[in-house]
């Protein structure tokens, strides 16, 4: 069986003063909901073996806050970090996919929408909300990442909601 995360940044701040979209860094409630989120998915014994993200200033931040809370819970997942993935569609994540190596049972994308959103339509057949630092949890009843085409969802985690 196989684990897919699919996580959406956290909150970014848009009043940052930089030049670019891509430069932007986390405002407060981001530095805060990351590590929440973190620790949501260690409780729930979904920590990534590997971690691809886009290379966006707010996904490295994302990530870079979940990392020490994985560490505490004895988890240090590879870090895959993509400059294609920034604001990558669901066909780049889903190609990306297939090609992972089957050494990891745990995998967490993380990026932005509507790519995030359109990749949880990909597998649901069905609109679900993926707002800033959002986690879906899918799982595949397969043996290799080649093979997971169907999907089933097993929680869509919210920061609000948790």
């Excluded at 260690?42 to 994302?62: H, M, Y």
């Excluded at 020490?68 to 996919?97: M, N, R, T």
């Excluded at 799982?139 to 985690?157: G, K, P, S, V």
Aim: proline share 6%; glycine share 4%; with cysteine.
């Amino acid at each position: 069986m196989k684990t897919l995360l699919m996580m959406r940044h956290a909150k970014s701040s848009w009043d940052s003063g930089v030049a670019s979209d891509h430069e932007r860094p986390l405002n407060k409630r981001g530095r805060k909901d990351a590590p929440a989120m973190a620790q949501l998915l260690c409780g729930n014994d979904v920590v990534p073996d590997l971690v691809v993200s886009s290379d966006a200033k707010r996904t490295c931040e994302t990530l870079e806050l979940m990392q020490p809370v994985f560490e505490k819970f004895g988890s240090e997942p590879v870090i895959d970090i993509d400059g294609s993935f920034y604001h990558a569609p669901a066909s780049e994540w889903l190609e990306k996919l297939v090609e992972l190596s089957d050494d990891y049972s745990t995998v967490m994308f993380l990026g932005h929408n509507p790519g995030a959103e359109e990749l949880v339509m990909h597998f649901t057949q069905a609109h679900h909300s993926m707002p800033t630092a959002a986690i879906a949890c899918f799982e595949f009843e397969a043996e290799r990442w080649a093979e997971c085409d169907e999907a089933r969802l097993i929680d869509l985690w919210r920061p609000k909601e948790i």
